[in-house]
């Protein structure tokens, strides 16, 4: 429009129309982004960015640049106030933008990546994860929000959590989150001093890794539970070892070492100094800090080694094979990556077709469970009339306004988020006043204990639990302060059609 005419360009290059600016409704290249951000100005607060990842799948034109290290500095420079940022559906060679590339926007309060694609990621023994230093490249930084990012793992969210800054984290359909509790078991014990909004739903953690997250004692909202049919991936080999590491925490001029010792009752971790360690044959973890003085001391901090029976490292063998299988396969990078993209295609076929089946078999499933839950409504009439106007509001509450992806229906709850995870509640969750458990596998009694445990509690979500509505109804009147969801009643999220 800005080149119809000049009357048209100077009505575009209006101020007030470039406060917050939103691109998501069509896809923008790196060309077309560099022409438009001549019109960006100091009171910018808001940009969002959208790229061709959806809209051209299956096409090359997917991987058209979205953002590049340039395009951030030409922002920055644009934009000294910019607040929020939200790269939607964008391709990006972490080859070419790094962390460190953000720099020019530390002035970023909110960050949002939704199902993005990162290739060419570091690898975590040589070069640590792609967050490496986000505490001090975006040091304002209180909301994070990464969805349907599928290369995010437990070690990215370790690394991560130095950023004390953070308020709001929301980890969001991350199907490698979740498979090493030693990883999540670092992050919520050291780290995320002042995150008071969680949000882990759509990962594959256990009720022992909630266990260590609610440790973390300062958190006012968590959201648990599956986001549609449950895609929880088994856990890493490594998850089941011992972790050593660098106290994240320390103060002294020698660095202690945490341990964790991974078992049925969740981890547990002691300090040691350097005869304990000689005493347990782990001399090499003590010295090999002094071996790599040439790494940055962000890259030491973070340096760890999961620990076998015979008290050798079990990743370093794994890595080094991974390192030859890259060293020899560099000539073929393309040739691999279009058979990447096709077992991608066969695995998304595969799972769509088990899908519809899922469907098929739980059809008759939800006709009774819904027949079930009208002749309930009728009984019960009144009183759900009664908490109608509370539940729309809860169900306002829980809904994320930023996010426009839209939750699928439930098959059964997930059995891996049982009532095991209740009793990490108490002493530990006094500030907690959301609680989402929606698709989770808790019974009466674990509502309960959540009743019992967490008298701070203002919204409980049990919707497509194991809850029955009598439960519910108990829970009320013993809770009346306290908006709880579930039972034989389902509010259902109207979308904004505006």
Not at 131 to 158: G, N, S
Not at 247 to 268: A, F, H, K, T, Y
Not at 310 to 324: F, K, L, M, Q, T
Request: proline share 5%.
């Amino acid at each position: 429009m800005c080149r119809t005419c000049e009357r048209f360009n100077k009505v575009a290059s209006d101020k007030s129309l470039w406060t917050a600016v939103d691109f998501s409704e069509g896809c923008l290249s790196l060309q077309q982004l560099k022409r438009c951000h001549v019109f960006l100005r100091s009171t910018t607060r808001q940009l969002i960015l959208r790229g061709h990842k959806k809209k051209y799948a299956g096409t090359p034109k997917w991987k058209t640049p979205l953002i590049s290290a340039a395009l951030l500095k030409l922002i920055g420079e644009r934009c000294p106030n910019l607040e929020e940022l939200t790269l939607s559906e964008a391709y990006v060679d972490a080859n070419k933008l790094k962390v460190t590339d953000f720099l020019p926007v530390q002035s970023l309060t909110k960050f949002c990546l939704i199902d993005c694609e990162f290739v060419n990621l570091p690898s975590p023994s040589r070069d640590g994860s792609y967050f490496r230093r986000t505490h001090k490249i975006l040091p304002r930084l209180e909301c994070l929000k990464i969805i349907k990012c599928a290369w995010v793992d437990d070690y990215d969210v370790m690394v991560l959590s130095k950023v004390d800054s953070l308020k709001k984290l929301v980890l969001r359909n991350l199907p490698k989150v979740g498979r090493a509790m030693a990883y999540i078991a670092l992050s919520f014990r050291f780290g995320f001093q002042n995150l008071e909004e969680l949000d882990v739903r759509g990962t594959s953690l256990e009720d022992n890794e909630v266990i260590s997250i609610v440790k973390n004692g300062k958190l006012r909202a968590l959201y648990l539970g599956p986001m549609g049919p449950v895609k929880r991936l088994p856990e890493e080999p490594p998850g089941g070892y011992n972790l050593i590491m660098p106290d994240p925490r320390w103060q002294e001029e020698r660095q202690q070492v945490v341990v964790i010792n991974v078992g049925p009752n969740g981890p547990q971790w002691r300090q040691v100094n350097d005869e304990e360690l000689d005493g347990m044959g782990l001399q090499w973890v003590r010295n090999a800090p002094v071996v790599q003085r040439q790494r940055a001391e962000e890259e030491d901090e973070d340096r760890h080694y999961f620990i076998g029976k015979d008290g050798r490292p079990v990743e370093a063998e794994e890595n080094d094979e991974e390192e030859d299988e890259e060293d020899g396969d560099d000539d073929s990078e393309d040739d691999n990556g279009a058979v990447q993209e096709e077992d991608k295609k066969k695995q998304q076929s595969s799972y769509r077709s088990e899908e519809a089946a899922e469907q098929q078999q739980g059809e008759g499933q939800d006709k009774l469970s819904q027949a079930y839950a009208e002749e309930k409504e009728e009984r019960e009439g009144n009183s759900l009339k009664k908490n109608q106007n509370k539940e729309e509001d809860a169900d306002n509450l829980r809904g994320d306004p930023d996010d426009d992806l839209q939750c699928e229906a439930y098959q059964v709850p997930d059995e891996c988020l049982s009532d095991k995870l209740v009793f990490a509640f108490g002493q530990t969750t006094k500030h907690l006043h959301t609680l989402i458990l929606s698709g989770c596998a808790i019974t009466d009694v674990g509502l309960q204990e959540i009743i019992r445990l967490v008298p701070s509690l203002r919204l409980l979500d049990v919707t497509n639990t194991k809850v029955t509505n009598g439960a519910v109804q108990e829970a009320r009147v013993a809770r009346p302060e306290c908006v709880i969801l579930g039972g034989g009643t389902r509010v259902v999220r109207q979308q904004n059609n505006r």
